[in-house]
Each structure stands twice: as C-alpha cells, then as structure tokens.
C-alpha cells in the first residue's frame, strides 16, 4: 500500500517537471534551427518589428494619421514629426506605423485565403483525373496573364477598398498555389501506402485528408511566406497606380503615390514608408529561404 502511494506521489511530482521539459526541449529545438540558420533569424525579427509596430500603432504615433494641417505642410523631420510632414500637414510617422497595418492585412489575408483555395483546388485536380484537364485549363488560362494586370483589372470592377484588394490577390495568386499542390498531389498519390489506403476501400475524403494533405504542408508554408510579400508588394503597386486601397487609408502604396509630386521638396514622404516595405519584403522573403532550408529534405541532407 505505501509503495503504491509511493509511486502515486513520484507521478504527481513528475508531471510538471515532464511538461516543463517538452516546453524546454522545443525551445531549444527552435534556438538549434536559428543558430543554423541566422538569415531565418534575422527575417523573423523584421516580421516580429512589422507586427510590434502595427500593434502598438496608437501607442508609438502621437499624432492621427489623418490630421490636416496646412500651416505644417512639407515640414522635413523633426523632434515634433520625426519623419516629417506630407503635403498637407499630415505626419508622416504615424502614417506609416498605420500603414503597417494595411500591409499586413493585406499580405496574410490574400495568402491564407489563396492557400485555402488553391490546396482545395490542387487537392482535387491532382487526385481525380477526369476534373484535372478541366481545372488545369482555368489555371492555365488564370496564369498566362500577368500578375498586375489581373489585379488592376480585378479592381477595376470591384472597386477600391482593402477587401477588395484580397479578393482580387486570392484570384491572381490561388492558380499558383493549386498547380504546386497539383504537383505533390500527383506524386504522393503514387505512393504505396496510398495506393494500399485505395485498394482496402477507404474513402477519397480520408485519403486525401489523412495520407496526402499532410505531404503538401512543406511546399504550402513555404510558397505562403513568399505570397505574403508578393500579396504586399502588389498591394503598393496597386495603391502607387491608384487602383488599391482607397486614397484615403494611411497605406505605404498611397503615401508614395501622393509623394511622388513633392519628391524634390519632400523626399522623406517617399523614403519612410519605402524602406518599411523594402524591410517588411525582405524581412518575410528571408524567412520564408530559412523555411524552405529548413523543410526541404533535399537540402538538410546537402548540409549535413
């Protein structure tokens, strides 16, 4: 009787210290990964920054994004608008904190929402024959048009608001993603324990989700990194162009836009939020290599 009360208070103790340990040991899991690979490193901490500032928007801008103030205009940075004022008073600071916003919105929306179409798609082209020739002339016809030119006239229609901007994204950008899954669809569907899955009678619907969905989860997480700063880029260009967000909204794209005329006499108001989007791009495009370092097989056993 003592023993077993004894064994009773050993698990009790233990079983803290065991969840403690499984915590430790994935930190220390995720710190081996880093040190491999600083570029990953150094990518998650420029995303971790976009993130803090887009967060702490309120708290780091003292003044509105939108606020006018005429007699302020085309003011150069200073300790009141560290980075300046625009054309017409507004801070330029706080616009691009706000503008962070925007972009983030914007770059993991129309990526989640094209990864969730596109491995739909690509799920079912690959695995039923008959729908592949069908689905695959769309995404054919879908891809031979130019990504900025798709969007623009997406918008065209829509309309401009940050809505429709993902939306117009999610139809340029989920053809791609569905002809990556395609690809893996095809080859894992060869696979014996797949083809034994089939031949014991189990339903398409396990299959696909228990045996062949989890082989495309690398290919996916890799090709969203890169469709968030494709997704962000776009977004500028769109807004640079006139055909994005509306003018209105403290966006990276708009600001430079409307700066574009000032250049000569304010250069900061295209500077700021030019390099935030070149830090923001880089920042998702260095992770998303460590990523694809990190999951590709291929490329762990060349390293090692």
Known sequence: MNYNQGVDLKETSFTPQTAAGKVGLRLRRIGRVLRRNPVMAVGLVLIFFTV?????APVIANNSPRKIDPHNRLQPPSSANWFGTDHVGRDVFARTVYGSRVSLIVGFGAAGASVLI???VGLVSGYYRRLDMLVGR???GLMAIPTILLAIALMAILGASMTNVIIALTVVEAPRISRTVRAVVLSL???TYVEAAISVGMPNWRILALHIFPGTIPSLTIHAT???ALSVLVEASLSFLG?????DVPSWGNMMAEGKVYFRNGTWIIL????ALALMVLGVN???DGLRDTLDPKLRVEAS
């Open 138 to 140: 769309i995404v054919d």
């Open 243 to 247: 055909a994005g967000t509306s003018p």
């Open 189 to 191: 569907r060869e696979l």
């Open 286 to 288: 260095l992770a998303g």
């Open 272 to 275: 700021f939020p030019g390099i």
């Open 52 to 56: 803090l500032l887009a967060v702490a």
């Open 118 to 120: 596109g491995a739909s």
């Open 226 to 228: 890169f469709l968030v």
